[in-house]
């Protein structure tokens, strides 16, 4: 009697069509998990911009900075998302952040009428 050694075609049919079950389920998980990333790397920019435009108000003579370069290197962007400036008053600022690889924004406002001072909103 010889033996024959190897897998079938039905074997190898089921273990494709398990791998195929598996990735259908964990690709949108994945793309989730992305654009997550890039809602904490916005929020985390705004957060920084916050400490930035701090010691700025404290350098000078309690006036916010007007743009994102007068503050100079204590404010970087993380790759790929671009900070804006919005209104800048003498009693607060306000601003937001958009990722290239996403459409949502988040936004932050500090002083003046903001209503969740300090805490970025994502939409």
């Not at 671009?82 to 002083?111: D, F, I, N, P, Q």
Request: with cysteine; net charge positive.
């Amino acid at each position: 009697m010889t033996r024959r050694r190897g897998f079938t075609l039905i074997e190898l049919l089921i273990v494709v069509v398990i791998i195929g079950i598996l990735a259908a389920i964990a690709i949108p998980k994945f793309g989730n998990s992305k654009e997550r990333a890039y809602l904490a790397s916005m929020k985390s920019d705004l957060r920084n911009l916050v400490t930035a435009q701090e010691s700025y108000f404290t350098d000078n003579n309690s006036q916010y900075s007007l743009t994102i370069g007068a503050l100079g290197s204590a404010f970087r962007t993380s790759t790929g998302v671009t900070v804006t400036m919005g209104a800048v008053t003498s009693t607060g600022w306000s601003a937001t952040a958009e990722h290239r690889a996403t459409t949502k924004t988040c936004a932050l406002s500090m002083g003046g009428t903001a209503t969740a001072d300090g805490a970025p909103v994502c939409n």
